[in-house]
Nanobody
Framework: QVQLVESGGGLVQAGGSLRLSCAAR????????MGWYRQAPGKQRELVAT???????NQADSAKGRFTIARDSTKNTVYLQMNSLKREDTAVYYC????????????WGQGTQVTVSS
């Protein structure tokens, strides 16, 4: 059984930084795209950034210049480095991965809360 396990959320002041991690655990064969999404209260889940197995990245406009997505394929882990955080970045952040396994599909992490205070 494959799971995505997230860590690294928390409370930070505006202008601060956080680093999120998401590790894929279980018996899997390959991970294709990995990414981060977020959902603020009362809003729909939105894309933050994705990274392909070839390390090509894609970011939402709101993340460009402030957030960096990276992955360590040897650890089946994706990271999101968030700098210059703003109050509007407050949300639950979810990891997503396209995983080839006995049960192939798109997997979601449990979500980690990021709260940015003024």
């Amino acid at each position: 059984q494959v799971q995505l396990v997230e860590s690294g959320g928390g409370l930070v002041q505006a202008g601060g930084s956080l680093r999120l991690s998401c590790a894929a655990r279980g018996n899997l064969y390959r991970i294709n795209d990995m990414g981060w999404y977020r959902q603020a209260p009362g809003k729909q889940r939105e894309l933050v950034a994705t990274i392909s197995s070839g390390y090509k990245t894609n970011q939402a406009d709101s993340a460009k210049g402030r957030f960096t997505i990276a992955r360590d394929s040897t650890k089946n882990t994706v990271y999101l480095q968030m700098n210059s955080l703003k109050r509007e970045d407050t949300a639950v952040y979810y990891c997503n991965a396209d995983i080839v396994a006995d049960a192939t599909g798109h997997y979601w992490g449990q979500g980690t809360q990021v709260t940015v205070s003024s």
